[in-house]
């Protein structure tokens, strides 16, 4: 009877391990960004512009599909307007102005477009490049732990002065609502400022819980895809394609749950210096408020890969570093997510404890490791033999292997509309790390 009860229990354990193993990386019954995005946005032609955004949006306005409209210069719709956009539409960023698009606080977007049609923000140059315009700029009245109310003045490349008021955001809006954005693209978006930063191709500062944000991709830019600072917001079904910095930023009490996203990134095109995801609750202890929130990230169903054919060679020379990097008092989670082709999988800040209380707060489970040259590691240390041991704990379900990306995902090969799902039933890592099985 013993006997038989340890058998019934092992097949709960090994169905359990089994079915968490398949639904790793980005799920879905069916290709979920087939129709929408797009992988190769040099090859569409979207036309000329017909309108003109400039200056100051005050009152509620519609874009309609039936135009396509440049933005020209800093965009702010503010005064509590409302700027809808049908779906569809096109909207190019003035090169030569860096233009950018910013919902002011109290403002809103709604920005909906569909799986056949949607909506496109791009670059207005003959010959698209990354950088070659600013991004979309939301802000909004969420907290962020900074010790003074924020400003956003940074992020343009130009500003008047008589919008800097505009530019502040970050409060005690916990609930607020910035509006609602789905099925829309931003491309080569992330031009730097003045002061020789990039700026963001979507970032969210203190954007509230009520912001719904869902299928969104972004490729090409030259700063963050994906920056979000303080508020608390939750992203669904992101795409992150070949950018230059980070694929997602998290900062300054950022608190967010990103779910069912990816990036992938090229090392030819990102920098050495940018991850798949950034996560800090500061970038200087002399400017935060250690009595607000801390940055929390919970992410399920990622999946993080580098795009190339010769890994060791590009590790070598320096082209691909870590994945994850996550900073001091910050606390972090990923689940059921799949790291692939990098030098190291995940990075702890220097200062962070080897100790049950510091890294409860950083939690790494059922996560597939394939073809990355460490796992987990302190930043300016290459021994990791504490960390390993933690990580590989087997109650934690994490698995390692040295798989081919092509036989571990759907479809790598398909320029046009690649399929980076894993591949269920297939493929089973070996908890050793040495060899892949198929079935």
Known sequence: MKNFTK?????????????????????????????????????????????????????????????????????????????????????????????????????????????????VFTSNETTKKAGDWGGVIILGDGHTNKLEKSSGTSFYADIEPSNYQHTNFGGKGLKDNSGFISYVRVEYAGAKTKRSHASNALLLGGVGAKTTINNVMVSYSAGNSFNVIGGEVNLDKMVSYKSNGNDYNFSYGAVCHINNSLAVRSPYISSGESRCINAVSYNSVKEVDFTKEETEVIANNMTLLTDTKNLDYEVEVGLIKESIYIGENTNFKINRSVISGFSKAVILDENIKINEASLTRIQIENTYFNNCKGTVFFNFNDNNEDLESWYKNPSFFNTYSKANPSELFVDLNNGKRPDYRLLKNKIIAMSNGSKITNN
């Open 7 to 119: 058998i019934i229990w092992l097949l709960i354990v090994v169905s359990v391990s089994v079915s968490a193993q398949q639904e790793r990386g980005i799920i879905g019954t069916n290709n979920w960004f087939n129709t929408w995005a797009e992988f190769k946005p040099n090859t569409v032609d979207y036309g000329e512009s017909t309108h003109t955004l400039t200056g100051n949006i005050t009152e509620d306005t519609t874009l309609y599909k039936k135009h396509t409209y440049l933005l020209l210069g800093n965009v702010f719709v503010t005064n509590n307007a409302i700027l809808s956009i049908e779906p569809g539409t096109v909207i190019m960023g003035d090169s030569k102005s860096k233009a950018t698009l910013t919902i002011t606080v109290g403002a809103a977007i709604i920005a909906e477009g569909t799986l056949t049609d949607p909506i």
